[in-house]
């Protein structure tokens, strides 16, 4: 059909000179430029499968709730002056004192333990004559609770591992690698290099390690990378925290048991340079503010985990009062953070989307039991001393520990009320943190080809008596108190378990957070699972979302524990099954 936009009418006599003109009419077309809509086209049915699942994944809000579990075990006992402290213990000893107190002496002191209530999750009551006690805030005397994300790392901390075997101490720094002590064996013929880590190795046969030795600046027989023969030394569980090498005639000088260094693990020795592990600590960054926490007690919740009391009659207290005393239990309580944590823009401390949330929970004892004043590197006091897995014994206390120590200290603000007013008398609690404070966390690996960051050593807190108001019965120059894990994970999103490879002309959509191999001449990455898929391995998260956030769910074990323990213990015995009457 023709355009009638180019029509041209043109007289006959224009066209030629023995035409004639004449009438010509046109056809007016009834075209127009609009038309009426089909139903379908203004009427479409959502798939409300599909939406919602749209929404699920470009959310990025999330609130955290969850269990706290609170197992404790009370074994520190001590003796007191303080009234308030000496009308309010657990009595190990109330005959003695009470024919000591007699007639009523102020200086007489009193045995026992501090109660449960000083040590769980939300006290129930004050210490009488001490401290006004507020009901709303139960649960924020002993402990206060955040959310915090590691969004950094500090390579240079100081650290320490004392090897009661070999009887040694080696002093590194984080990035120096995993502590470890030498010694020197003969398994099926071989002669072997034995490397007993502070903490696992996180290495496999055939892989190879980067030694760093301070008293062989140029390593084993004038080498410093060797390959890993195998893992363990034939005592079970011990493939988790030693290796071997074979013992290519070093020089019995550098072989020396006893002799103590630091390793990095090397997954690739043709790229060794790319493929070799960084170590470093965790910095956690907080997310929320104390009263962004609600926490209450599970009315309905018993676990096995039995409850010791006892009646104090009034004639063996030191105020004539009778009363019931607990001195260890185990409560169950529930908490919400009324506070939507969005993390959106939030990077880890590799670069990474953040795939993990922490609940962070730090000791405050606003009581006045413990937390005697420290001095840290700048200069400031504080009261709780960190540390890490290998920071414990099977038969002493590490002096890693002490409390004098400047290296074993984290950025919690202590601070203190005098009481009574104008008696010189000083108390020391931990300070509550705020958004955006910074504290220590875990000792990791990373391992940039890999992809995968690796936690080598979880890090503790620990809490001391102040020795001023409450003397325990420890041993001299062994710090006492308890000590917990601060940092609880609580998975948001999982990274898959295999590494991607590609290059920007053939790949697309390469992720932003994808590293760089110069050797590879690629770009590696994992890919992040979408929300609610969960892959054969169980990797995955699938947590409720309404209104817009997601909302994960957390149950904590949360132990107090006393610092003389170990969790490495090496043994060749295996214990054999029973035999019931059906064998």
């Given at each position: 059909?023709?355009?009638?936009?180019?029509?041209?009418?043109?007289?006959?006599?224009?066209?030629?000179?023995?035409?004639?003109?004449?009438?010509?009419?046109?056809?007016?077309?009834?075209?127009?430029?609009?038309?009426?809509?089909?139903?379908?086209?203004?009427?479409?049915?959502?798939?409300?499968?599909?939406?919602?699942?749209?929404?699920?994944?470009?959310?990025?809000?999330?609130?955290?709730?969850?269990?706290?579990?609170?197992?404790?075990?009370?074994?520190?006992?001590?003796?007191?002056?303080?009234?308030?402290?000496?009308?309010?213990?657990?009595?190990?000893?109330?005959?003695?004192?009470?024919?000591?107190?007699?007639?009523?002496?102020?200086?007489?002191?009193?045995?026992?333990?501090?109660?449960?209530?000083?040590?769980?999750?939300?006290?129930?009551?004050?210490?009488?004559?001490?401290?006004?006690?507020?009901?709303?805030?139960?649960t924020t005397y002993n402990w206060s609770t955040y959310v915090s994300?590691?969004?950094?790392?500090?390579?240079?901390?100081?650290?320490?591992?004392?090897?009661?075997d070999f009887n040694v101490t080696n002093n590194f720094i984080a990035?120096?690698?995993?502590?470890?002590?030498?010694?020197?064996?003969?398994?099926?013929?071989?002669?072997?290099?034995?490397?007993?880590?502070?903490?696992?190795?996180?290495?496999?046969?055939?892989?190879?390690?980067?030694?760093?030795?301070?008293?062989?600046?140029?390593?084993?027989?004038?080498?410093?990378?060797?390959?890993?023969?195998?893992?363990?030394?034939?005592?079970?569980?011990?493939?988790?925290?030693?290796?071997?090498?074979?013992?290519?005639?070093?020089?019995?000088?550098?072989?020396?048991?006893?002799?103590?260094?630091?390793?990095?693990?090397?997954?690739?020795?043709?790229?060794?340079?790319?493929?070799?592990?960084?170590?470093?600590?965790?910095?956690?960054?907080?997310?929320?503010?104390?009263?962004?926490?609600?926490?209450?007690?599970?009315?309905?919740?018993?676990?096995?985990?039995?409850?010791?009391?006892?009646?104090?009659?009034?004639?063996?207290?030191?105020?004539?009062?009778?009363?019931?005393?607990?001195?260890?239990?185990?409560?169950?309580?529930?908490?919400?953070?009324?506070?939507?944590?969005?993390?959106?823009?939030?990077?880890?401390?590799?670069?990474?989307?953040?795939?993990?949330?922490?609940?962070?929970?730090?000791?405050?004892?606003?009581?006045?039991?413990?937390?005697?004043?420290?001095?840290?590197?700048?200069?400031?006091?504080?009261?709780?001393?960190?540390?890490?897995?290998?920071?414990?014994?099977?038969?002493?206390?590490?002096?890693?520990?002490?409390?004098?120590?400047?290296?074993?200290?984290?950025?919690?603000?202590?601070?203190?009320?005098?009481?009574?007013?104008?008696?010189?008398?000083?108390?020391?609690?931990?300070?509550?943190?705020?958004?955006?404070?910074?504290?220590?966390?875990?000792?990791?690996?990373?391992?940039?080809?890999?992809?995968?960051?690796?936690?080598?050593?979880?890090?503790?807190?620990?809490?001391?008596?102040?020795?001023?108001?409450?003397?325990?019965?420890?041993?001299?120059?062994?710090?006492?108190?308890?000590?917990?894990?601060?940092?609880?994970?609580?998975?948001?999103?999982?990274?898959?378990?295999?590494?991607?490879?590609?290059?920007?002309?053939?790949?697309?959509?390469?992720?932003?957070?994808?590293?760089?191999?110069?050797?590879?001449?690629?770009?590696?990455?994992?890919?992040?699972?979408?929300?609610?898929?969960?892959?054969?391995?169980?990797?995955?998260?699938?947590?409720?979302?309404?209104?817009?956030?997601?909302?994960?769910?957390?149950?904590?074990?949360?132990?107090?524990?006393?610092?003389?323990?170990?969790?490495?213990?090496?043994?060749?015995?295996?214990?054999?099954?029973?035999?019931?009457?059906?064998?």
């Open positions: 059909m023709s355009n009638e936009n180019e029509i041209l009418i043109v007289l006959g006599s224009k066209r030629y000179a023995s035409n004639s003109d004449k009438d010509v009419w046109i056809q007016a077309p009834l075209i127009g430029d609009r038309r009426t809509m089909v139903e379908g086209d203004r009427s479409v049915t959502l798939n409300l499968a599909e939406q919602f699942d749209t929404e699920r994944q470009e959310s990025d809000v999330f609130r955290l709730s969850g269990k706290i579990t609170n197992i404790f075990n009370n074994v520190v006992s001590g003796k007191t002056t303080y009234t308030p402290y000496r009308n309010n213990l657990y009595y190990t000893n109330a005959i003695a004192n009470a024919t000591a107190n007699t007639p009523p002496n102020p200086s007489v002191a009193w045995e026992g333990y501090p109660q449960f209530d000083e040590f769980t999750i939300a006290r129930d009551t004050t210490v009488p004559g001490h401290r006004i006690f507020i009901p709303k805030s139960s994300y590691a969004y950094s790392s500090d390579t240079q901390q100081q650290m320490a591992y004392t090897s009661e990035s120096d690698g995993i502590p470890f002590v030498i010694s020197t064996d003969t398994f099926n013929g071989k002669n072997l290099v034995y490397f007993n880590c502070g903490t696992k190795h996180n290495l496999t046969a055939g892989q190879w390690v980067e030694l760093n030795i301070p008293s062989n600046p140029t390593g084993l027989g004038g080498k410093s990378v060797f390959q890993v023969y195998d893992v363990g030394n034939g005592n079970y569980g011990s493939e988790i925290n030693v290796f071997s090498i074979f013992n290519l005639k070093f020089p019995t000088t550098q072989t020396t048991t006893g002799t103590f260094g630091t390793f990095k693990r090397i997954s690739n020795i043709q790229n060794s340079g790319e493929t070799k592990s960084i170590y470093y600590v965790r910095l956690h960054k907080v997310l929320t503010n104390p009263e962004d926490c609600n926490i209450v007690q599970a009315g309905f919740e018993n676990n096995p985990f039995y409850k010791k009391s006892k009646l104090e009659y009034s004639a063996l207290t030191p105020n004539q009062v009778q009363r019931v005393s607990t001195k260890e239990g185990s409560r169950s309580f529930t908490f919400t953070f009324n506070k939507d944590i969005s993390i959106n823009g939030l990077k880890d401390n590799n670069g990474k989307p953040i795939t993990e949330l922490f609940v962070t929970t730090i000791e405050r004892g606003y009581m006045g039991w413990f937390n005697p004043p420290a001095i840290t590197q700048t200069g400031s006091q504080v009261g709780l001393d960190v540390g890490w897995g290998f920071n414990f014994l099977k038969n002493s206390v590490d002096t890693w520990w002490d409390h004098t120590s400047l290296s074993n200290k984290d950025n919690i603000p202590l601070n203190s009320y005098e009481q009574p007013a104008g008696s010189g008398q000083y108390f020391y609690y931990n300070d509550f943190l705020k958004v955006g404070d910074v504290i220590k966390g875990d000792f990791c690996e990373y391992n940039y080809m890999e992809q995968e960051e690796y936690l080598i050593s979880p890090m503790y807190h620990k809490y001391s008596f102040n020795q001023s108001y409450f003397y325990d019965n420890s041993a001299l120059n062994f710090p006492s108190g308890y000590v917990y894990e601060p940092h609880s994970s609580v998975p948001i999103r999982v990274f898959s378990d295999y590494v991607e490879y590609g290059s920007k002309e053939n790949v697309d959509n390469i992720p932003v957070y994808a590293w760089y191999s110069q050797y590879e001449d690629t770009f590696v990455w994992r890919d992040l699972y979408t929300y609610g898929f969960i892959d054969g391995d169980g990797l995955g998260v699938d947590y409720p979302f309404i209104n817009g956030a997601h909302y994960p769910f957390k149950s904590l074990l949360f132990l107090q524990k006393p610092i003389q323990r170990t969790n490495k213990v090496n043994t060749t015995l295996i214990n054999q099954p029973a035999n019931d009457d059906c064998e």
